[in-house]
């Protein structure tokens, strides 16, 4: 069960707008199972605790076309959209063009780029190298100053590498632009089936709009079997509905508040 939706923090922060995100997974491989895919997780982690709500995670396949609508329709629905994959040198590597072709604008050799990898391979330059230079016309570049390749970026998009240790050393460099107020979170492990609370956690729901719950049921844990989470932007709204949820349940289920 899962109160107000993909367990994110509901309350509207000062600036009047809670910033939205969508993560786009590209490649044959995670959809084939040739490759587990954990930049999603990564990623999911990361901006939650930004205080980013993260609405929708997609897998899609290495085809431009897709890639085209699917990052056209993140783009207008979330306020940042995060890709993973489809950026490098080979024939299956066209993410840049489907994106170039979902917002009707051409592919380039963005200058910076051509300078980055003529530095970088010197004589050992070539038309596959080149290939990452390409990006959709208009595309930004954010140079990390680490002498890496750089992050490229387009309207609301940012597009990382599929590769996760370079995915997560170039979020860890940015990530710090996407902040939101803080999301606090509490967590109650319960020794019951999740059918004994869902009258007295329903009504809390119902009554703390400020709050976002979760319950998740634990398998073979001899210690609890469920787990409720509460999350909320303000401190005050949560610790009153989390208040409010003990008293409602029986004193014997409580297994620990964290």
């Not at 840049?96 to 009707?104: P, Q």
């Not at 038309?127 to 990452?132: H, L």
């Not at 460099?173 to 902040?179: D, N, V």
Request: with cysteine; glycine share 10%.
């Amino acid at each position: 069960m899962d109160g107000t939706g993909q367990g994110s923090c509901p309350m509207i922060p000062e600036d009047g707008y809670l910033k939205t995100a969508g993560i786009i997974i590209i490649g044959n491989e995670i959809l084939s199972g040739k490759v587990r895919d954990t930049n999603s997780s990564y990623l999911a982690s990361e901006l939650r605790d930004l205080g980013i709500s993260l609405r929708r995670i997609s897998v899609i396949p290495d085809d431009a076309e897709i890639i085209g609508r699917e990052t056209a329709s993140y783009s207008g629905r979330y306020d940042h959209v995060f890709t993973s994959g489809g950026i490098g040198p080979t024939h299956d590597d066209v993410t840049m063009e489907g994106i170039a072709r979902g917002f009707g604008v051409k592919v380039i050799k963005h200058p910076e780029l051509v300078k980055y990898f003529q530095w970088r391979y010197g004589d050992r330059l070539n038309a596959a190298v080149m290939k990452m230079a390409e990006v959709p016309e208009g595309a930004g570049i954010i140079d990390q100053g680490d002498r890496s390749f750089p992050l490229v970026s387009f309207k609301n998009i940012f597009i990382f590498p599929g590769i996760p240790r370079y995915l997560e050393e170039k979020f860890a460099a940015i990530k710090e632009r996407f902040r939101c107020p803080a999301c606090h979170l509490k967590r109650l492990f319960l020794k019951a089936n999740e059918s004994d609370i869902a009258e007295s956690l329903n009504g809390v729901v119902a009554r703390n709009t400020e709050v976002t719950f979760g319950s998740y049921p634990i398998l073979e844990n001899p210690e609890y079997t469920v787990i409720v989470t509460a999350e909320s932007m303000s401190p005050d709204a949560l610790d009153t509905a989390v208040a409010e949820l003990l008293r409602g349940l029986p004193r014997d289920i409580l297994v620990r508040v964290e």
